[in-house]
């Protein structure tokens, strides 16, 4: 017969040994960090955030973008000048040219999507931009753009350490209580 109070110590240990705050505070943190693969504030045609224009009107994760070159901080990666051959171009196209974007982008209006295109197109990380990252982001995410080049670079789970709890509290199961 199974002796209900060696059950219930287990299970006591179990829960003071594991770590169930940490897996709870960094399942929030991820939360956050996967929403910014899905939310913006772009949400609206022609609409403008710190160099990012909405293309088109869509709900929550259609949201289509185009970076306008105006995105503080990036000017110079964005923007072709073409000063010294201004006369040049002139002669080759018949008409008059001025500075313009070097690369055209369109892509997804969501943060995540955002920052690995500001990654790719202007080779600088994710995080030099935060600041228009952040206004792009819902109000109720902003503070996940903070970790924005780890979640880039490795994910969501393991930039805000909810793989790594969660296996803790795993292992604390599985070998405390089956070994």
Known sequence: MTDISQINSQLKSIFSNSNFDQ????????SAASAL????????ADQIIDGFKALAQGEVGETIAEFTGD????????????SSAASDLDNITGGTNANGALNVVIGSGAPQAVAAAVENVA????????GPLKNIAPAEIRDAVN????????GASQATGFSSSLS????SIWYEHWW
């Open 37 to 44: 693969a899905r939310q913006t504030e772009l949400k609206n």
């Open 168 to 171: 803790c509290i795993l292992k």
């Open 123 to 130: 080779g600088v990380n994710p995080s030099t931009v935060t």
């Open 23 to 30: 897996v709870l505070e960094s399942a929030v943190k991820v």
């Open 147 to 154: 970790d924005i080049d780890q979640i880039v670079s490795v």
């Open 71 to 82: 995105i503080p901080g990036l000017e110079e990666q964005l923007i072709g000048d073409v």
